[in-house]
Antibody, heavy 123, light 109 residues
Framework: EVQLVESGGNLVQPGGSLRLSCAASGFTFSSYWMHWVRQVPGKGMVWVSRINGDGSSITYADSVRGRFTISRDNAKNTLYLQMNSLSAEDTAVYYC????????????????WGQGTLVTVSS | SYELTQPPSVSVSPGQTARITCSGDELPKKYAYWYQQKSGQAPVLVIYEDKKRPSGIPERFSGSSSGTMATLTISGAQVDDEADFYCYSTDTTGNHRGVFGGGTKLTVL
């Protein structure tokens, strides 16, 4: 069974940093592109970033480029999102999401989602 | 930046057909994907590559795409189908940045 479990969400002050983790199990982690998607409570989904299987290809949404860094540790089956220079606009539930197919190029849609971790940026 | 446009809400009575649209300039060249999100839960993929249904998704869910519009159809909608629905696709810049529609609240009552 595919499982994605996010952690690391917390209350952080504006300008602060936070690192999110996503522990993956039930599939060959290194074979899949992985994504981060965020959702302000009560609002819509926003795609944040994606990374290929070996970490050599990364794409960011314009709203986070230069502030967020996606990475992965295939030995630990774990996806990360390092978030710096946080602002209130980054307050959201952050979801870890798997690409729908292995080796697909990150453009095959998203299938399995974690339950999300809440990041709150406030003073 | 690329945008996908959905109606904010759709309302039907149980047993009726619900249609949710998603409009985007790149949809003639890119697949649309549809996700159902019930209150307090993570999204679930209900349609991929415009019209394919994942295993475990009821047959009443179907998808289509024509030109710049993709459509999710729920035939014989049930009260349990009430949820927010999001379309998803990617841009054509070569970087395949993901894009979600704004979401549609489906009410079945």
């Amino acid at each position: 069974e595919v499982q994605l479990v996010e952690s690391g969400g917390n209350l952080v002050q504006p300008g602060g940093s936070l690192r999110l983790s996503c522990a993956a199990s039930g599939f060959t982690f290194s074979s899949y592109w992985m994504h981060w998607v965020r959702q302000v409570p009560g609002k819509g989904m926003v795609w944040v970033s994606r990374i290929n299987g070996d970490g050599s290809s990364i794409t960011y949404a314009d709203s986070v480029r230069g502030r967020f860094t996606i990475s992965r540790d295939n030995a630990k089956n774990t996806l990360y999102l390092q978030m710096n220079s946080l602002s209130a606009e980054d307050t959201a539930v952050y979801y870890c999401v798997r690409d729908r197919e292995a080796y697909c190029g990150g453009d095959c849609g998203l299938d399995y989602w974690g339950q999300g971790t809440l990041v709150t940026v406030s003073s | 930046s690329y945008e996908l446009t959905q109606p904010p809400s759709v309302s039907v009575s149980p047993g009726q057909t619900a249609r949710i649209t998603c409009s985007g300039d790149e949809l003639p060249k890119k697949y649309a994907y549809w996700y159902q999100q019930k209150s307090g839960q993570a999204p679930v993929l209900v349609i991929y590559e415009d019209k394919k249904r994942p295993s475990g998704i009821p047959e009443r869910f179907s998808g289509s795409s024509s030109g710049t519009m993709a459509t999710l159809t729920i035939s014989g909608a049930q009260v349990d189908d009430e949820a927010d629905f999001y379309c998803y696709s990617t841009d054509t810049t070569g970087n395949h940045r993901g894009v979600f529609g704004g979401g549609t609240k489906l009410t079945v009552l």
